[in-house]
């Protein structure tokens, strides 16, 4: 008779939310009514998965990540070293010395002058000028020559 | 004034003093400036000069027309252009001269050359 009125009881109880389609709560009271507890079997069952499956992940993410962290680092650290160590290896350039090669790029060959005049005068009232006039020159090459064309006082004065 | 001069013939060309320079005359100067001294160089006209012990790098046909002036080539060499104790042209200790000998500054000694 028990089972008949319980099994009874719950049929009721189905019917009566079998518009929502949710499976109905039971409802207990603990020694404080006040505060309902759910028993919903369905949602302890899910929330266990859940708990579990983070239980299982949580201790996986854990070894993956102090694997995964150090493994960069040691990367980058082995980069910086090779980086590093060529900078250490580089012979010291001698700025002290310079090669006869480059030197050689310049083309210094002898010419003649064939023809020089005074300069403006107040360009000479400049020292800087006045010795740089002295080195720069006009030339061109004509029959095998180099034709030198000087502005320079102090040149003259020689 | 005529004469024989040394020259840097592959500069870029650049206006100076209203004309246009297209190179430079190799003279001797003592460190101070205040005089200045034209080389004489004895050899043929248009003959190259070179380094004492490096001919084959001054080898005619590897020269550049113009100089690059970025580079700085003239900037960097021509710190190391002077006349030694006895006069002569040096380039880091090395003489500068031609086929008929090297290049000697008649009265400046222990100066710069550009």
């Known amino acids: 008779m028990l089972r008949k009125a319980l099994g009874f009881g719950l049929r009721i109880a189905y019917k009566r939310n079998s518009n929502s389609n949710i499976f109905p709560p039971f409802y207990t009271y603990s020694t404080n009514q006040n505060k309902p507890t759910t028993m919903d079997p369905v949602s302890d069952l899910n929330k266990k998965v859940e708990e579990v499956k983070i239980e299982e992940a949580a201790p996986k993410a854990e070894e993956k990540q102090p694997e995964a962290q150090p493994a960069p680092k040691e990367g980058q650290k082995e980069k910086k070293e090779k980086k590093e160590k060529p900078k250490k290896e580089e012979p010291a350039i001698d700025k002290s010395v310079v090669d006869p090669k480059l030197f050689s790029a310049i083309d210094i060959r002898i010419a003649e002058i064939v023809e020089c005049w005074k300069v403006i005068p107040f360009l000479l009232s400049i020292q800087n000028l006045k010795i740089c006039t002295a080195r720069r020159f006009w030339f061109a090459e004509k029959s095998d020559r180099l034709h030198l064309a000087f502005k320079s006082s102090s040149l003259m004065t020689k | ?114």
């Open chain 2, 1 to 114: 004034m005529k004469g024989k001069v040394i020259v840097m013939a592959n500069l870029k060309p650049r206006p100076l003093a209203g004309f246009l320079s297209n190179g430079m005359v190799v003279c001797a100067s003592t460190p101070d400036h205040t005089q200045v001294e034209l080389l004489i160089p004895e050899g043929e006209l248009g003959e190259r000069l070179y380094l004492e012990g490096h001919e084959d790098l001054f080898a005619q046909g590897d020269i550049q027309p113009v100089l690059n002036p970025k580079k700085k080539i003239l900037e960097k060499c021509v710190e190391f252009f002077k006349t030694d104790e006895e006069g002569f042209v040096t380039w880091q200790g090395i003489k500068l001269r031609t086929k008929a000998g090297p290049i000697k500054a008649a009265t400046i000694k222990n100066g710069n050359v550009s």
